[in-house]
């Protein structure tokens, strides 16, 4: 007996008990890359890297690797990924994607005049991951993975409870940097020239890693 397809999976489909079932196959063509019907309980929930069709049997080479998938994985030494509830792009009706760059902007109450405020908080910054990959990023807030230094981290934390975030999606021709002038500041949230510094430290921090992955 060997681990078969009950239904046709597509190619990501997490091997659940109820997409499995067993099949009986002759001794000579059960190789150790089948997946034989007593192993079935060590690969529950991993996912295919295949599309199968009802009745196809499980091979251990179209199974992903487990965690290898993981948005950890991504994540360079001394950066963190971050999930940020933001509105869409700029105009509201750009699509922001995996390997995107973006800038965030925060719309804030001044303190003192109590009139709203918009600062530009981060430039040029990685997009890991999004919560709609390829869908329409309008209306609601949806969450966007991004990776910061972790004193950028604080920064969208603290940003995120004192008002409200949009990014704004990067061409793909504008390279890295820039030098968007921000708006008046908000004394506690930060200073426009520490979030400058920030910015300089991270993008020092990913040079160093690319040509550390040059020389390997």
Not at 7 to 12: H, K, M, N, S, W
Not at 172 to 177: P, S
């Given at each position: 007996p060997v681990t078969?397809?009950?239904?046709?999976?597509?190619?990501?489909a997490a091997l659940t008990p109820e997409v499995l079932t067993q099949r009986l196959v002759p001794a000579q063509f059960v190789t150790g890359s089948v997946v034989r019907a007593a192993d079935t309980p060590g690969v529950l929930f991993q996912r295919l890297r295949v599309s199968l069709q009802a009745g196809d049997a499980v091979l251990v080479s179209q199974l992903e690797e487990p965690g290898g998938d993981r948005l950890a994985r991504k994540v360079p030494l001394?950066?963190?990924?971050?999930?940020?509830?933001?509105k869409g792009v700029v105009h509201g009706?750009?699509?922001v994607q995996a390997q995107d760059r973006v800038d965030f902007i925060g719309t804030f109450k001044d303190p003192a005049s109590g009139r709203p405020i918009v600062i530009t908080l981060l430039e040029d910054v990685a997009v890991l991951a999004t919560q709609a990959l390829g869908e329409r990023v309008k209306g609601p807030a949806a969450n966007v993975a991004v990776l910061?230094?972790?004193k950028e981290a604080e920064l969208l934390a603290l940003a995120q409870e004192a008002g409200a975030l949009n990014v704004a999606l990067r061409g793909?021709?504008?390279?890295?940097?820039g030098d968007v002038e921000r708006g008046a500041e908000i004394d506690a949230l930060i200073a426009g020239e520490r979030a400058r510094e920030l910015e300089r430290r991270r993008r020092d921090s990913i040079e160093v890693i690319r040509q550390l992955h040059e020389r390997r």
């Open positions: 078969v397809a009950a239904v046709d999976l597509p190619e990501g001394r950066q963190r990924a971050v999930a940020v509830a933001a009706d750009g699509i910061v230094e972790p793909a021709a504008e390279g890295q940097g």
